[in-house]
């Protein structure tokens, strides 16, 4: 199979698809892979290292007019529209139930889109968001330490204090990946850290592979109050999934924690856990409400994409290997892991929750391979 790896165009996007690595496993498996023009540049890997790997480097038109499967970080935009056509698989993050003229555009263009965040196991993990909130959890306490810093506006305490001196309080709310890799941050930095959870499950589990360096308690709105006002630096990691992040900070809760305080709201691509939560950008990652500075971006992973790229290519090459050995049609029967990441396929809309999102037509994916539409 012939496999592309396209330069991401959208502005801050630093990650690529594969590393020279992942390319050299996929060639030395006898495919063709095409990787575009210093698509590896932001990820620290030069065309050199890919035609190393048993690469082509090729240009864009090249990259996806000649590819059976083409990879990608983030959904095609605008100016990428036009690449997109039947007999390609389309393999990236979409996120296209919010994004109705991306949808348009891959259902019109006939293109097989498979989505990394729809990608789903038996039992409603999805592996290939995982690394990303690793990546966004282990941030945060990095984020929150530097903005403390006086200079910042932040409250001048050093997480870990020194000898003698007491260590800041770090809060995290929720202890899923997120907060689980914050926590685990946090703790190596020397704070004195505390997880809310609201699943005892979880709780469990935490205590097991923490014993006893966290302090955990079950999330409740009066154990945030209490537990907030006492915190240096706030990490708002929970989820609902298929929901908007629970507001668990609300406006009036602001005004009770400490002055120039740090809340990191990792969960601001779900609406963020506190009232006055909005989405911030790399450039301009902080603002202050009530004297509490809000660090609210909405993309943490991009900041570090050399880390991010290996984590990501980690998690996909094993589905690409699949792809590119049994053919996409091949794939997608064989595992419902990726049949579960297929968004559109020849014309047709088979996400249900893309369909709803945009008051599509849906078509259950067995119904479009039964049609014979590949
Ligand atoms: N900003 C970014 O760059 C970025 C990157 C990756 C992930 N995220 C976001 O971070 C959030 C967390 O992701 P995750 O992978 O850790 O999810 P997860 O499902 O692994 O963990 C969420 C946890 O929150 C807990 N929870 C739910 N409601 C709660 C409540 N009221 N109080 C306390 N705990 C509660 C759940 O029980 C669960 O353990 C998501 O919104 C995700 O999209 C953001």
């Not at 030069?46 to 007019?65: H, Q, T």
């Not at 049994?326 to 809309?349: D, Q, S, W």
Request: net charge negative.
């Amino acid at each position: 199979m012939r496999i592309g790896v396209a330069k991401e165009i959208k502005p801050q996007e630093y990650r690529v698809a594969l590393t020279p690595a992942g390319a050299r496993e996929l060639v030395q498996k006898g495919h063709e892979v095409l990787v575009e023009t210093n698509a590896g540049l932001g990820s620290a890997f030069a065309d050199e290292a890919y035609e190393r790997a048993g690469a082509a480097i090729v240009s864009v038109e090249d990259v996806w007019g000649n590819a059976d499967l083409l990879l990608k970080v983030k959904e095609p935009i605008a100016p990428e529209y036009g690449h997109l056509r039947e007999g390609l698989t389309l393999f990236t993050y979409l996120h296209i139930a919010a994004d109705e003229p991306l949808t348009r555009a891959l259902i019109d263009s006939g293109i097989t889109a498979i989505a990394y965040e729809t990608v789903e196991t038996d039992r409603g993990a999805l592996p290939l968001l995982a690394p990303m909130s690793e990546i966004a959890g282990r941030l945060a306490p990095q984020a929150g330490a530097d903005h403390l810093e006086k200079p910042k506006g932040g409250r001048g305490i050093l997480l870990g204090g020194v000898a003698g001196v007491a260590p800041a309080r770090v809060l995290v709310l929720g202890g899923g990946m997120v907060g689980y890799n914050a926590a685990v941050i946090a703790l190596g930095m020397g704070a004195q850290v505390t997880i809310l959870e609201r699943s005892v499950e979880r709780m469990r589990y935490l205590e097991q592979i923490l014993s006893g360096r966290v302090q955990l308690l079950m999330s409740s709105s009066l154990q945030v109050e209490e537990s907030i006002k006492g915190a240096d630096l706030t990490i708002g990691a929970v989820l609902i999934p298929g929901a908007l992040a629970p507001k668990l900070i609300g406006r009036d809760l602001l005004g009770t924690m400490k002055e120039n305080s740090v809340l990191v709201d990792v969960a601001i691509d779900q609406g963020g856990c506190a009232e006055t939560s909005k989405p911030t950008t790399h450039d301009d990652p902080v603002y202050t409400v009530d004297g509490v500075i809000h660090y609210c971006v909405a993309n943490m992973p991009g900041a570090v994409p050399i880390t991010s790229t290996r984590a990501l290519t980690n998690v996909t090459l094993a589905y690409v290997e699949q792809l590119a050995e049994l053919g996409t049609m091949g794939a997608v029967r064989e595992n419902p892991e990726l049949a579960r990441g297929v968004n559109t396929i020849a014309g047709k809309l088979t996400y249900e929750a893309v369909a709803e999102a945009h008051g599509m037509d849906y078509t259950p994916l067995d119904d479009a391979l039964a049609a014979g539409v590949a």
